[in-house]
């Protein structure tokens, strides 16, 4: 595949994440249970960068402190489609980030607003993007065993080596 169909995959990704608005956050939790948590994140953002609103005192903030690794998946059923990105989450406390990304119906948790100190934003930085759109044909072969996947290798995204 050449270029443009990185650039054709990765939009096909973005419009899936937007048509979806909601996602699974999936981190690593203690003796290896895997949490995942249903999302509604601000982006995707240049690069398939993600924000989350969360809680200083989540058990999600808490694993992610100890392993920033994270998966996110959205999934668009009615056109046999889902995105799966794999990547690294960082917990950012700065006021100005946090002001960023914040909607009104956070008031229920926050009611002080964003400044408060138990609310932190969440920064979900992609590096690998694993994706199938039947209807839109994002089904290598063989037909639908196996992802499109894409790769971030020095800051620029690739099909995965071996990939077709």
């Known amino acids: 595949m050449n270029e443009h169909s990185v650039t054709a995959l990765l939009d096909a990704a973005r419009n899936i994440m937007e048509k979806a608005g909601l996602c699974f956050l999936i981190t690593a939790g203690e003796s290896g249970a895997i949490n995942a948590r249903l999302m ?3 982006g995707p953002e ?3 960068v993600l924000w989350f609103g969360a809680s200083a005192a989540s058990r999600k903030v808490q694993e992610l402190a100890r392993d920033g690794r994270a ?3 959205y999934q668009l059923p009615a056109e ?3 995105v799966t990105l794999l990547g690294r989450a960082t917990v950012e406390r700065d006021v100005a980030q946090r002001q960023r990304y914040w909607r009104e119906s956070f008031t229920a948790f926050w009611p002080a607003g964003p400044a408060h100190e138990d609310y932190v934003v969440l920064r979900f930085v992609a590096e690998r993007v694993e994706l199938m759109h039947i209807d839109q044909g994002i089904a290598p072969e063989p037909f639908g065993l196996r ?4 790769v ?3 800051g620029t995204w690739r099909l995965a ?3 077709p």
């Not at 992802?147 to 894409?150: C, S």
Request: net charge negative; proline share 14%; hydrophobic share 45%.
């Open 161 to 163: 080596p071996g990939y």
């Open 40 to 42: 509604q994140p601000f």
């Open 147 to 150: 992802p499109a996947v894409l």
């Open 152 to 154: 971030k290798e020095a």
């Open 46 to 48: 240049e690069e398939l």
């Open 80 to 82: 046999a489609a889902y």
């Open 71 to 73: 998966t996110v998946v």
